[in-house]
């Protein structure tokens, strides 16, 4: 599993968005990718072209 995700992580590096993602609500710039029933929420920083990832965290656990 830990596998799986870095892999996903490593992915946004030339792709920050990915089919399937989705945009949080109320939060500008945050981003999150489902990896089983974990989710990675991060955030896309354009001008910079950096992705900085927020939280792992299971999907049952709230984003903040």
């Not at 030339?14 to 399937?20: E, I, L, S, V």
């Not at 989710?39 to 910079?48: L, T």
């Amino acid at each position: 599993l830990v596998a799986r995700i870095w892999a996903r992580i490593q992915r946004l590096a030339d792709d920050p968005r990915p089919p399937g993602c989705r945009e949080l609500q109320g939060e500008e710039r945050l981003w999150r990718i489902r990896v089983g029933d974990y989710r990675v929420v991060y955030e896309v920083k354009d001008d910079a072209r950096v992705v900085d990832i927020v939280a792992v965290r299971h999907r049952s656990d709230p984003y903040r």
